[in-house]
């Protein structure tokens, strides 16, 4: 089979994540009105995270007059749903989020078509690529573009350790950077032997993104026999939980029978079906071939939107699993140091063992949510909500990039503002000169300069300071409205020599200690 360029559509939302928590929402729940809104004219899409789809243009180009036609249809659809969405977007870019919210883009290749939705970002239009024009747009992006793109691409090149993570393509892109390849164009002069040679399994893949293909070229290898697994009960399944520990099965039968073939599943489409006939039907895509975790929450995923936003009238009777595309399994790199060991596979196996003893709510596991207060940087969520595979790859450590967040480094002991705002035993003094509590007026000017900080039967001596760092947020929501001062402050007791480092937060007029610095 000739390897072609397949035609794809991105639409990408960058910053829906922060959409999502500045109103309250998850980012997968508050989505899934836009997928649908897609999916009522493209039924098979694919949703690679939330702020990402992803689908071919062959069929649904040809049903609607062309690529253009097709962009137009899909933006048409998206300002429809986000038009019952206006209040609470507009509310969520009052945080100071004020930029386009998503782009859309047609081209040659997955790469390309994300460069486009980007560019798109910037118009305020969608960006169709003209067919076999992909490759000249690439030839001068820089390959900056892979950490921007990393989530619409996928894991490039699984002999790569960290590959799922956002800092191991910095390191990637600066690699090449230091070998002289700033652009797409520099990387496609070079012949795909060479790159193997110096980059190993990245080097292919990178050449073909590189010429406006996916990692993927079109399958070459028969798929393993019997490869679709369904599952028909005998009665019909109204408790969820119980339809996903039945995925499960599915999911380690569908994995353990393409493995011993050598082959991954990179591609699956996901068949729901209840009782009277309705039916939840999606394509998923995952680079670096799906494990039965990750499938298993893909299905949560799914599931939880039909019963959301359809309610089916009666439980589940079947699941079907079907692999639309395997590739070779190249396996993973181990790594020398850091990324993923044999322990953290074991405290994996763990993880579960105990989340199906005593429930998924039994284990927590802390996830990057992000914000301005170091307190709600991360969360604990249930285990079940985490792809603790790919989780392992990730720093347990993430850039703040929140307008108005302090600046690095994080402290290391965090209260609760919301638990411990109302204990005294966290309330401190924050003392000038004269002895007087600190104030800071509308306009975030200090009374005087902090020189002592009193906490219950302590007083420490200020040897340095830092701020006023205000803080404003929710202020369309009385109910999670907050307006709020932060300190921080290098301390000393009395005449010892240890000193301490701390953040002090003033709010209604009351400070209060926030976090202490290790």
């Not at 899409?45 to 690529?67: H, K, L, M, N, Q």
């Not at 989020?97 to 980007?118: K, S």
């Not at 035993?425 to 975030?444: K, L, Y």
């Amino acid at each position: 089979m000739r390897d072609q360029p397949t035609r794809v559509v991105v639409v990408q939302f960058p910053h829906w994540s922060s959409y999502a928590d500045a109103i309250g929402r998850s980012a997968r729940s508050a989505f899934e009105p836009i997928v649908r809104a897609v999916t009522a004219h493209v039924p098979l899409v694919e949703v690679t995270a939330p702020g990402i789809i992803v689908f071919a243009t062959r069929g649904p180009s040809r049903y609607v007059g062309g690529d253009d036609a097709l962009a137009s249809l899909v933006r048409a659809a998206i300002e429809q749903q986000l038009g019952t969405m206006h209040g609470s977007l507009d509310a969520a870019q009052g945080t100071g989020a004020a930029r386009p919210l998503y782009g859309v883009g047609i081209a040659d290749g997955r790469l390309a078509a994300a460069i486009a939705a980007r560019h798109s970002l910037h118009t305020g239009t969608p960006y169709v690529v003209a067919p076999g024009a992909s490759r000249n747009v690439l030839a001068d992006t820089p390959v900056q573009a892979l950490v921007e793109c990393v989530e619409v691409v996928g894991a490039v090149g699984a002999g790569v350790p960290g590959a799922d993570d956002v800092a191991s393509y910095r390191e990637v892109v600066s690699l090449l950077q230091r070998l002289g390849l700033y652009r797409f164009g520099d990387v496609a002069t070079l012949s795909e032997p060479d790159l193997i040679a110096r980059l190993g399994a990245f080097g292919r893949d990178l050449f073909r993104l590189a010429h406006g293909m996916d990692r993927h070229p079109p399958l070459t290898v028969a798929p393993p026999p019997d490869r679709v697994c369904a599952r028909q009960f005998d009665a019909p399944v109204e408790s969820r939980d119980a339809v996903l520990v039945m995925v499960d099965e599915l999911a380690t039968s569908v994995v353990e029978h393409v493995v011993a073939h050598g082959l991954a599943v990179v591609r699956l489409h996901v068949l729901i079906e209840s009782d009277h006939g309705e039916r939840s039907e999606r394509m998923w895509y995952r680079a670096d071939g799906w494990s039965a975790s990750a499938i298993v929450e893909s299905v949560r995923w799914q599931l939880d939107a039909w019963i959301q936003h359809d309610a089916p009238t009666s439980g589940v009777v079947g699941v079907r699993l079907s692999p639309e595309q395997v590739v070779a399994n190249v396996g993973r790199q181990a790594a020398l140091w850091g990324g993923e060991r044999d322990g953290d596979r074991h405290a994996q196996r763990a993880i579960r063992r105990v989340a199906d003893m005593h429930g998924a709510e039994s284990v927590t596991i802390p996830t990057w949510r992000g914000g301005r207060d170091p307190a709600r940087w991360f969360e604990f969520v249930r285990s079940d909500a985490v792809d603790l595979e790919r989780r392992i790859a990730r720093e347990t450590t993430m850039p703040v990039v929140w307008r108005g967040s302090l600046p690095s480094p994080a402290p290391s002991l965090v209260f609760d503002a919301v638990s411990d705002a109302h204990d005294t035993g966290w309330e401190i003094a924050v003392c000038g000169a004269d002895g007087q509590p600190v104030r800071v007026t509308s306009r975030h000017v200090m009374s005087d300069e902090p020189t002592v900080v009193r906490m219950r039967t302590s007083t420490y001596d200020v040897l340095a300071w830092a701020g006023p760092w205000p803080i404003e947020e929710c202020w369309w929501d009385a109910r999670r409205a907050r307006r709020a001062v932060r300190l921080q402050l290098l301390l000393r007791e009395g005449g010892a020599e240890q000193t301490r480092a701390m953040i002090a937060v003033l709010e209604r007029r009351v400070w209060r200690l926030a976090a202490w610095y290790a």
